[in-house]
């Protein structure tokens, strides 16, 4: 099948052969892959003849595949198309990546889900307090450089939680980040407050 | 009532009208075919238009190795590892083909094969691998950037 598409294209314009190319191939730095982008959307229906097919994945599977990808990723992936964007919005993606690193304590989950959802979600929960946990606390720079909307109360915490970022996430852990999401919450609601 | 003889025979016709004769045991590696199985549906060739003779021969050929008794941890495992070094077209229809057949083992592979391309890199390097259309408004744009650039440093 792949072989009859092949001859379509051949009398094609010279780029769509290079940007069949680089479809197979990856990852070229070129940004010559924005210009055909359009017929081999139209035309990556169902044997991906044009393209590998990729373009077309649905937001399914393309769920499952994010169920695999680590948290950044997960993030970077969420700026890539509006579908994606909505796909990678999805709390039950955030709630794996912020309780993967959690030691198994089973109602500890449970309970954990109802209040992070009350205060803001896990995707917020992350992006604010527990992406800190996971890079390397070697100095006070990475986390006041980090993203400005982000707490400066986790600060003081730095030091507490040491140089090497725990490879399981106790109690301890989890009650901190949490008390620090709920408040954000209450300050924020506070805000809100106040402008009325 | 389901038949667990092994001398069963399940016969497949790909998309592209190729047939495949596999021992019961190899099909109902596939949860699809496995319910077509239990309800008596089997007994003809099963039509797949969605899957093509090559990712279909792939796929048998996963499902059987996979019931194979004399194949050992190692051989298994390498065999996972060579499998899915494939093409993106391929990758494709293989994803395709293991979500339609519900082959358990392999899905998780694959999709787990397509995550490890998608990992460590920025927005404009995945538009790139998959040929993505960015479709947001550079507004749009600005303002998911910023809510994202934590994972960006």
Same mark, same amino acid.
């Given at each position: 099948?792949?072989?009859?598409?092949?001859?379509?294209?051949?009398?094609?314009?010279?780029?769509? #052969?290079?940007?069949?190319?680089?479809?197979?191939?990856?990852?070229?730095?070129?940004?010559?892959?924005?210009?055909?982008?359009?017929?081999?959307?139209?035309?990556?229906?169902?044997?991906?003849?044009?393209?590998?097919?990729?373009?077309?994945?649905?937001?399914?599977?393309?769920?499952?595949?994010?169920?695999?990808?680590?948290?950044?990723?997960?993030?970077?992936?969420?700026?890539?198309?509006?579908?994606?964007?909505?796909?990678?919005?999805?709390?039950?993606?955030? @709630?794996?990546?912020?309780?993967?690193?959690?030691?198994?304590?089973?109602?500890? #989950?449970?309970?954990?889900?109802?209040?992070?959802?009350?205060?803001?979600?896990?995707?917020?929960?992350?992006?604010?307090?527990?992406?800190?946990?996971?890079?390397?606390?070697?100095?006070?720079?990475?986390?006041?450089?980090?993203?400005?909307?982000?707490?400066?109360?986790?600060?003081?915490?730095?030091?507490?939680?040491?140089?090497?970022?725990?490879?399981?996430?106790?109690?301890? @852990?989890?009650?901190?980040?949490?008390?620090?999401?709920?408040?954000?919450?209450?300050?924020?609601?506070?805000?809100?407050?106040?402008?009325? | 009532?389901?038949?667990?003889?092994?001398?069963?025979?399940?016969?497949?016709?790909?998309?592209?009208?190729?047939?495949?004769?596999?021992?019961?045991?190899?099909?109902?590696?596939?949860?699809?075919?496995?319910?077509?199985?239990?309800?008596?549906?089997?007994?003809?060739?099963?039509?797949?238009?969605?899957?093509?003779?090559?990712?279909?021969?792939?796929?048998?050929?996963?499902?059987?190795?996979?019931?194979?008794?004399?194949?050992?941890?190692?051989?298994?495992?390498?065999?996972?590892?060579?499998?899915?070094?494939?093409?993106?077209?391929?990758?494709?229809?293989?994803?395709?083909?293991?979500?339609?057949?519900?082959?358990?083992?392999?899905?998780?592979?694959?999709?787990?094969?397509?995550?490890?391309?998608?990992?460590?890199?920025?927005?404009?390097?995945?538009?790139?691998?998959?040929?993505?259309?960015?479709?947001?408004?550079?507004?749009?744009?600005?303002?998911?950037?910023?809510?994202?650039?934590?994972?960006?440093?």
């Amino acid at each position: 099948m792949k072989r009859a598409m092949a001859d379509d294209e051949v009398t094609e314009k010279g780029e769509d #052969k290079k940007m069949k190319k680089i479809r197979v191939e990856g990852e070229e730095e070129e940004g010559e892959g924005e210009g055909g982008e359009g017929k081999g959307k139209g035309e990556g229906e169902g044997e991906g003849g044009r393209g590998s097919g990729f373009v077309n994945l649905d937001e399914n599977l393309l769920y499952e595949v994010l169920k695999h990808v680590d948290a950044r990723t997960l993030a970077s992936a969420g700026c890539v198309s509006k579908l994606w964007h909505r796909t990678a919005q999805d709390e039950r993606l955030w @709630e794996l990546i912020c309780t993967r690193h959690l030691a198994n304590i089973d109602c500890l #989950k449970q309970q954990l889900r109802s209040v992070v959802l009350a205060l803001g979600g896990f995707r917020r929960l992350y992006s604010l307090f527990l992406c800190h946990l996971s890079k390397p606390q070697s100095s006070g720079s990475s986390s006041s450089s980090s993203a400005s909307s982000s707490s400066s109360s986790w600060g003081p915490f730095a030091p507490m939680i040491g140089s090497k970022p725990p490879t399981r996430w106790g109690k301890d @852990e989890v009650h901190l980040s949490l008390s620090l999401l709920s408040i954000r919450y209450y300050e924020k609601m506070n805000v809100n407050n106040r402008g009325r | 009532m389901s038949s667990s003889k092994s001398n069963k025979i399940v016969k497949l016709e790909s998309s592209d009208n190729k047939t495949f004769e596999v021992e019961e045991a190899v099909a109902v590696q596939s949860e699809t075919l496995k319910n077509m199985v239990d309800d008596g549906c089997a007994n003809d060739t099963i039509p797949l238009p969605n899957v093509n003779g090559k990712i279909l021969e792939m796929v048998l050929g996963w499902c059987k190795k996979h019931v194979d008794e004399t194949v050992t941890g190692d051989e298994l495992n390498k065999y996972e590892a060579d499998f899915l070094d494939l093409d993106q077209a391929d990758l494709y229809g293989l994803l395709m083909a293991a979500n339609f057949l519900n082959v358990k083992g392999l899905l998780d592979r694959v999709l787990q094969r397509v995550a490890d391309m998608i990992k460590g890199k920025k927005p404009e390097e995945i538009r790139r691998i998959f040929n993505i259309k960015n479709d947001f408004t550079p507004e749009e744009e600005e303002e998911i950037r910023l809510e994202n650039a934590w994972a960006f440093d």
